[in-house]
């Protein structure tokens, strides 16, 4: 929902701007708006689409889109539109804005990286907060520099890393509540930027989460600074246990390190772990599940965040497969990470499948979920591993079951080992 807020933070004064955000209450088509934008990722373009044509055509009111599926694919998305915002917001909304109150619309409006310096603080009553987590989410820096290839995020950015100025965000921060989310794609790809961050927030005794990479355990003073500051859990891309996959990926940050080295610094820092994996990789047999789970439980790992391999358009992995003629399906709804779009060179797709969704549930499995809770109290507070990391295991849990992430390996629920699929 950030997003959408710094969309409205960059319209001019004279714009009345409301949100809507459909996953937590219905979209008023009879609403009197003289102009509709829509935000969205690629799994929710087929239903933005017809969000769309549905004003267009219906209401007569005119339509923009924006957000990651329309900046890669906006020659599809125009077909739905009267204008196209590719890239950031804050540099392609007043441009928008000035042509639609003159008559004078452009199909696509490209935005260069605009600098976070003075970046407008969002207007947060736009959104009713009961319908999200209690957390206060900001950005400190936008984009990555790392060129992984499945990543849309960092592609979205161009491959580059941007930060606002640090008395910048501790002003924001002073306005926020104790405990904030940090909705950065990679907060230490600057280590020095994110030194000098993590210094000045020691004061505010914030706690706080967020996104990055690996190397926060290659630097001493970093991880320190991140624990002073009050880091309590970060998101972390460890992608896979494959370095031949890490190559192909070309996640070289990661290759090289020991991943149960790295989640015993940040639990000895007192910071829990979600971790990201992705699973499908031209390296992956079926040996990979029950090795990804062996990881999972050795080390701890308190959130998970487990994928089917996904190739977004826009990023160099789908022009790869989709150029070996691998994706076999391009029904954008499917590209969820709960469905498998192409084919996988070590074994067939149900088996990719049927194995995700067995490691979630073994993962997931009440008895392991309490036994790593239990172990998580030797080093995160009582508050955070009882009203965080269990909460959101249960929470995932029922999630999972719902969105059908587990709903192939009901038959594996007791057992240890992944027999293939179902």
Not at 228 to 245: D, I, M
Not at 258 to 285: E, M, N, P, R, S
Request: hydrophobic share 40%; glycine share 6%.
């Amino acid at each position: 929902m950030l997003p959408s807020l710094y969309v409205a933070a960059s319209m001019p004064a004279f714009v009345e701007t409301q949100i809507i955000d459909e996953d937590v209450q219905p979209i008023d088509f009879d609403m009197a708006a003289d102009l509709i934008g829509l935000s969205f990722m690629t799994y929710n373009a087929p239903r933005a689409y017809e969000i769309a044509d549905f004003f267009r055509m219906k209401k007569g009111k005119p339509v923009i889109m924006g957000g990651y599926h329309p900046t890669f694919m906006p020659d599809e998305a125009i077909r739905h539109a009267d204008a196209v915002c590719i890239g950031d917001a804050e540099d392609n909304i007043p441009r928008i804005m000035a042509d639609f109150t003159t008559g004078k619309l452009k199909p696509f409006y490209r935005s260069e990286l605009p600098s976070l310096a003075g970046l407008l603080i969002p207007n947060r009553r736009l959104i009713r907060k009961s319908d999200y987590a209690p957390l206060d989410a900001l950005q400190a820096t936008r984009g990555c520099y790392h060129r992984c290839s499945f990543c849309s995020v960092a592609a979205f950015h161009h491959y580059h890393f941007r930060t606002r100025p640090v008395a910048e965000v501790i002003d924001e921060l002073k306005t926020l509540g104790r405990r904030v989310l940090f909705m950065d794609d990679n907060i230490i790809g600057n280590r020095d930027y994110a030194k000098q961050l993590f210094a000045a927030m020691i004061p505010l005794k914030k706690h706080w989460f967020s996104q990055c990479g690996i190397g926060i355990t290659q630097d001493e003073e970093l991880l320190r600074l991140a624990a002073r500051s009050g880091c309590r859990g970060l998101f972390v891309g460890f992608e896979t246990l494959s370095p031949e996959g890490l190559r192909h990926w070309k996640k070289h940050s990661n290759l090289g390190k020991d991943y149960l080295a790295v989640a015993k610094q940040l639990h000895a820092a007192g910071i829990a772990i979600c971790a990201a994996f992705v699973i499908g990789g031209d390296d992956d047999t079926t040996e990979v599940f029950e090795r990804t789970l062996e990881f999972l439980l050795e080390a701890n790992i308190e959130l998970l965040q487990i994928t089917r391999m996904t190739p977004f358009p826009g990023t160099p992995l789908f022009d790869e497969l989709d150029r070996q003629g691998r994706i076999f399906d391009k029904d954008w709804s499917h590209y969820d990470f709960n469905h498998v779009v192409f084919a996988p060179k070590h074994m067939d797709p149900a088996t990719l499948d049927a194995g995700v969704a067995w490691v979630a549930r073994r993962f997931l499995d009440r008895s392991i979920v309490v036994q790593r809770v239990w172990r998580s109290l030797q080093y995160l507070s009582p508050a955070i591993a009882l009203g965080g990391v269990l909460p959101l295991n249960l929470s995932y849990r029922f999630r999972k079951a719902m969105d059908g992430n587990m709903r192939r390996s009901k038959s594996f629920e007791s057992t240890d080992k992944f027999t293939g699929s179902q």
